[in-house]
């Protein structure tokens, strides 16, 4: 009774518009709109009601982005994906390869706009999250042929350290920023892999370069745990103890990358998305103790 049996269950009472929203995978669009809403409240201490919608705008204006995203990867896996996910939209025939890719330059189009409504800064951050998103699924520049280290990397500057800068630059002063884009790079760089772990074979067989499929599971234990003792390190040294909280988390994950969820992933991937959304909650919260 997982996601694989759930989506044609929910296609047949809805249509091809759940296509739509399973493109852009909801599930994910949590720590962005988190990561808006709790970063740009951060620095205030007297928060008052614009302050709270533009908090909301950024966060819907990340999670555009993020959908972008994944329509654009879904886009460009789509052959890797009736190997390895073929209840997805675009595997299944749902949704056309051409209707997802305008699908994802409609959301990134509109995500683009509106940042720059926000703010110069946020707009040029958001269109280099964008430039991250779209360059890691196509080419030439996208990285997951070159190395493994090179693929998380890029996942770790565009979904760890660049957003905490896009938050922190709406009201808040960039240089106490720096600390949390490091911490949030570093979570990234260790536990973004565990997406991949469902998708070894058909990696494998596309020259996709990742973790799991480079190093298997032993590698990617050893990175995750090299991560999380960096990370535990300058939290300290940053005293913001409060991100500790997160340690207990790393190490249910580092122990659960063969356990799967109900839905397509496993559950360190899991505890890893939810923990990206608690870093900005934590760090709304730390900085009000």
């Known amino acids: 009774m997982g996601i694989e049996k759930t989506y044609p269950r929910i296609r047949r009472r809805l249509g091809r518009f759940i296509g739509y929203i399973q493109l852009v995978r909801p599930f994910t669009l949590v720590a962005p709109i988190l990561a808006g809403i709790f970063g740009v409240l951060t620095p205030i ?13 950024v966060g819907v204006t990340l999670a555009l982005a993020q959908g972008a995203g994944q329509c654009l990867n879904q886009y460009a896996d789509v052959e890797l994906d009736k190997i390895v996910k073929p209840y997805r939209p675009l595997p299944s025939g749902l949704i056309s390869r051409e209707e997802a890719l305008g699908l ?23 269109l280099a999250l964008l430039f991250f998103a779209v360059f890691y699924s196509l ?20 979904r760890g350290f660049l957003p905490m800068l896009a938050v922190w630059s709406v009201y808040g002063d960039l240089s106490k920023a720096w600390e949390y884009s490091i911490l949030t790079f570093l979570w990234v760089l260790g536990f ?19 973790v799991p499929a480079s190093y298997g599971h032993t590698g990617l234990r050893i990175m995750m745990i090299i991560c999380t003792v960096l990370y535990g390190i300058l939290a300290i040294s940053f005293r913001v103890y409060i991100m500790l909280l997160l340690i207990p988390l790393a190490v249910v994950a580092i122990f659960s990358i063969k356990k799967k969820t109900i839905t397509e992933n496993t559950v360190s991937w899991t505890i890893f998305y939810v923990s990206l959304a608690l870093i900005y909650v934590f760090m709304f919260i730390g900085n009000r103790l």
């Open 104 to 126: 994802a330059w409609l959301l990134a189009m509109f995500s683009v706009a509106r940042a720059f409504t926000i703010s110069t800064f946020f707009g040029l951050t958001v």
């Open 45 to 57: 201490h007297n928060i008052g009601f614009n302050h709270f919608l533009t908090a909301v705008y």
């Open 192 to 210: 973004q892999s565990t997406k991949d772990i469902g998708d070894v074979k058909g990696d494998k067989q596309f020259g996709i370069k990742t």
């Open 139 to 158: 080419a030439p520049f996208s990285p997951r042929r070159v190395h493994p280290l090179v693929n998380v990397g890029w996942m770790a500057l565009s």
